[in-house]
């Protein structure tokens, strides 16, 4: 029989579970007496996947089980489509039908096709079918027959196949590719050179061979040089071709056969608010815009200035064509290298006044919704005026119908751990814009929810990139409370130099400006910096006067804080009956103004008091109130720790084992997060 697969890729590596995947679902023999329908699966992903090498790869190892012959076809489909009775004219004298006999229609030709395979054992492999409507002529209609169908499409309107997603190399794996063209030893001799070059590859096989193959041919360069040369963004893309294989070359095959795809500044299609159609192509050039990689549906039609449905409808239609994943519902993501293409192919088909009203659109959208969050997650807390303007008026009226603000800190701290690395990549990519407005805001919108979450290495970047913005920004509101969050962030990793300097210029402003809401908040932040060094005196004597200008100004939110970190202070200072005046004080503040995290913060430090008293009844009764009140109010965070390893020292003192135990574990969790060594001191305690 026809023997027609091309010859197996002699380098090819991972894949280990598709292949596995697809062989089983392809080699299963029919059942005895019930012959059931013809196994198909259809691989599908984006250009340069290596959904050919698999399926070529996947074609061979089952030799065995299809013994009386493969077909194979490239169908063209990306490109310039064959017909499909052209194939199966090809397909009836490879089958062994002479010329005079193959009938001249479409529909004639697959019977014959059908009737000729029927009971052979005959494996098909059509390679870049465009659409299903190409496949569907081509089906044998006997189950002992197996299909194997590559496309750019998901064809999801095949009947009874099987899809498989073909997805990015896995670091492992574009490492074993990348060995297994250059060699093992020369990969090896310069490791942080190859993870340069694998890093900008972002996982593409194509890519991965590409730069290879690269140097392969070229014996006198060193890894290290080719890395330099695809450092560059914006010479990537043209730095990965060789011969007659080009990552922009394939990405151009995709975006070619969008709807406007071809289209110039001139002629593309621009989708106002009104207008029921958005044009994938345009949608796709925004894209390479946002310097964000993963993007929500309200982010994008901000983006796009067009409705959210019409947006929707053109995401759908790049993501069928594989120039989008969608990881969860109205979620979007686009790989490295195609941002790379979109921001370049933005840069010659639309006009520089286009491209930056909508990088701005997009980012101030993020402002406003981050602004909201913000606002719900704290909403005693006195934001800048400048952040409380982004909040009040949406940048993007198009895009606010599905995105309404969050209810409650609970939406809003879910919202932000969705959002944060799209934030931390807005802020950054609107400093480099010379949009500083929107990236302080961004930053200081986020300064309640990295209070709340232990990501301390995100709130250093973004405190640092709000502090230089507001510098620009010129709006001492926003410049001090970023210093203050970048004095609180200098404070958690112990550079009291820095932490210093930060709270000493914010202490200034908010003096200069006469602000004393402000002025006695950094006092605050000061207390807390001198407690992180034990020097417990001076921090009590800013927390009296931070606690004095409260009082004066009847801000009973802002005295609980400061109480209760003067109950803490004294806490330590072992003036247990002066620590629980004052925060029994904090205490009722907090159930007064609703305060629900700040009355877990201070439900655990009346646990502390009472522990080292020995009161362990009401040290329970206070850990389980505080417990409860931070896993409503905060994710993650070293107060969780906190609570949960002492929680479980007074109930063991109690005689209550079980629930000291299930405590215990609970905590550990957390402190695995943060490297604390006192995991390792519950583990062993606990067994």
């Not at 489909?77 to 001249?104: H, M, N, Q, V, W």
């Not at 009971?119 to 569907?136: C, K, N, P, S, Y």
């Not at 014996?219 to 890395?227: C, D, E, F, M, S």
């Not at 550079?495 to 908040?521: H, K, V």
Request: aromatic share 6%.
């Amino acid at each position: 029989g026809p023997a027609q697969l091309p010859p197996d890729t002699a380098d090819f590596t991972g894949r280990a579970g598709a292949v596995k995947l697809l062989c089983d679902a392809l080699g299963a023999e029919p059942a005895p007496g019930r012959p059931g329908a013809v196994a198909i699966s259809v691989l599908a992903g984006m250009g340069g996947v290596g959904k050919t090498a698999l399926a070529v790869h996947v074609a061979h190892r089952l030799h065995d089980r299809f013994g009386d012959g493969q077909l194979f076809a490239s169908l063209q489909g990306a490109t310039r489509p064959l017909r499909s009775a052209e194939i199966l004219a090809r397909f009836l004298r490879d089958l062994g039908l002479p010329d005079a006999s193959i009938p001249p229609g479409e529909s004639e030709r697959a019977a014959r096709y059908r009737t000729l395979l029927a009971g052979r054992r005959m494996l098909v492999v059509l390679d870049d079918a465009r659409d299903t409507a190409q496949v569907r002529p081509l089906l044998p209609g006997s189950a002992t027959c197996g299909v194997l169908i590559t496309s750019r499409s998901k064809l999801a309107d095949l009947p009874g196949a099987a899809p498989f997603a073909v997805d990015m190399l896995e670091p492992g794996e574009a490492r074993d590719m990348f060995a297994a063209i250059i060699g093992a030893e020369r990969a090896g001799a310069e490791p942080e050179a190859t993870s340069s070059v694998l890093a900008s590859c972002a996982g593409l096989p194509l890519a991965v061979r590409i730069a290879a193959g690269r140097l392969a041919s070229r014996p006198g360069w060193t890894v290290a040089y080719l890395a330099a040369r695809l450092a560059d963004q914006q010479s990537r893309l043209t730095e990965l071709a060789a011969g007659d294989l080009a990552v922009r070359a394939t990405f151009s095959v995709s975006y070619a056969a969008l709807p406007a795809g071809r289209d110039d500044a001139g002629n593309a299609s621009r989708a106002g608010a009104g207008n029921a159609s958005v044009s994938p192509a345009r949608v796709f050039r925004m894209l390479g815009l946002a310097g964000v990689p993963d993007l929500a549906l309200p982010a994008i039609a901000a983006l796009a200035d067009a409705p959210p449905e019409a947006t929707r409808r053109a995401l759908e239609a790049l993501t069928d064509a594989h120039l989008l994943t969608s990881p969860a519902p109205d979620r979007y993501r686009l790989h490295d290298l195609l941002r790379s293409y979109a921001a370049d192919l933005a840069q010659h088909v639309d006009s520089a006044p286009d491209r930056s009203a909508a990088a701005g659109r997009m980012m101030r959208w993020y402002a406003a919704q981050a602004g909201r969050a913000a606002q719900a997650l704290a909403p005693s807390r006195r934001l800048p005026p400048a952040v409380r303007g982004y909040a009040a008026t949406p940048a993007a009226a198009t895009a606010t119908a599905t995105a309404a603000a969050p209810a409650g800190h609970g939406e809003a701290l879910d919202w932000f751990e969705t959002e944060r690395a799209s934030l931390i990549a807005v802020a950054r990519h609107a400093a480099d814009l010379g949009l500083p407005d929107v990236a302080a805001c961004i930053a200081v919108a986020m300064w309640g929810y990295f209070q709340r979450t232990p990501y301390a290495e995100d709130w250093l970047a973004v405190s640092q990139v709000g502090v230089d913005s507001a510098r620009l920004y010129g709006d001492d509101d926003v410049l001090s409370w970023m210093l203050n969050g970048l004095g609180q962030v200098h404070s958690l990793h112990e550079r009291f130099g820095d932490a210093q300097s930060c709270l000493s210029e914010a202490l200034e402003i908010r003096r200069r400006t006469g602000d004393r809401t402000g002025e006695a908040t950094i006092m605050n932040s000061l207390a807390i910096d001198l407690l992180y060094q034990e020097r417990y005196t001076e921090a009590l004597d800013y927390l009296s006067q931070a606690l004095a200008i409260h009082a004066s100004l009847g801000e009973d939110q802002y005295a609980g804080i400061a109480l209760n970190n003067m109950g803490h202070i004294l806490l330590c200072l072992q003036r247990y009956d002066e620590a629980l005046d004052h925060l029994g004080r904090a205490l009722a503040i907090r159930l007064e103004t609703g305060d629900q995290h700040g009355l877990g913060i201070t439900e655990n430090s009346l646990g502390d008091a009472y522990l080292a008293l020995g009161r362990h009844v009401e040290a329970v009764d206070h850990y389980q109130r505080g417990r409860a009140a931070l896993q409503a109010t905060a994710r993650n965070h070293t107060d969780h720790a906190d609570v949960l390893c002492n929680l479980g020292t007074a109930l063991d003192a109690l005689g209550r084992t079980a629930e000291a135990r299930e405590a215990w574990q609970a905590a550990i969790p957390h402190l695995d997060r943060m490297d604390d060594p006192r995991a390792a001191a519950l583990r062993t305690r606990l067994g």
